[in-house]
């Protein structure tokens, strides 16, 4: 019989990534605060005006599972995060800021190994510009996946 271990939260992992490698030394991109999407409730272009936010959610479809070879004993796993990106600095500060996370991304791009995934993907950046507000939004979407892991069957 197992014993119940909870999983630590992805997002959180990703966050400190985030939060422990920003270039704080680059006096160009300054550190934005960090949250995940059920810490810092809605969101207001005006809670922006001093400090950029970068809230992280799983993004649609949050997880998916393919089946591999025919005895069907592992599968492929994939896990989709949104980094959502909010200043009031401008569309160059939103690209600067994004530039960094990719730059963090692809820097890290195996540090989850320890919970199971075996490689995390930027896949791409959109934007959602709201200009007569002063406000920028934009999303950074990253994939994690595991290839191969045997089935739980327990």
């Known amino acids: 019989m197992s014993t119940y271990s909870p999983e630590v939260d992805v997002l959180i992992t990703i966050r400190d990534m985030l939060d422990n490698d920003w270039d704080i030394h680059s006096e160009r991109i300054p550190k ?5 999407w059920n810490e810092i409730g809605r969101t207001q272009p005006n809670m922006f005006k001093q400090n950029d936010l970068i809230e992280l959610r799983y993004a649609a479809p949050p997880e998916t599972e393919q089946w591999e070879g025919h005895a069907r004993e592992y599968v492929d796993y994939r896990a989709r995060v949104a980094l959502i990106i909010h200043t009031c600095q401008g569309r160059q500060r939103m690209q600067d800021l994004k530039a960094e996370i990719r730059r963090i991304l692809h820097k890290n ?46």
């Open 32 to 36: 934005p605060r960090f949250g995940l």
């Open 109 to 154: 791009k195996f540090a989850l190994y320890s919970q199971g995934y075996q490689l995390i993907t930027y896949l791409g950046f959109g934007e959602t510009p709201e200009p007569t507000m002063k406000y920028w939004k934009g999303t950074v979407t990253i994939e994690l996946s595991a290839d191969g892991k045997l089935a739980d069957s327990d």
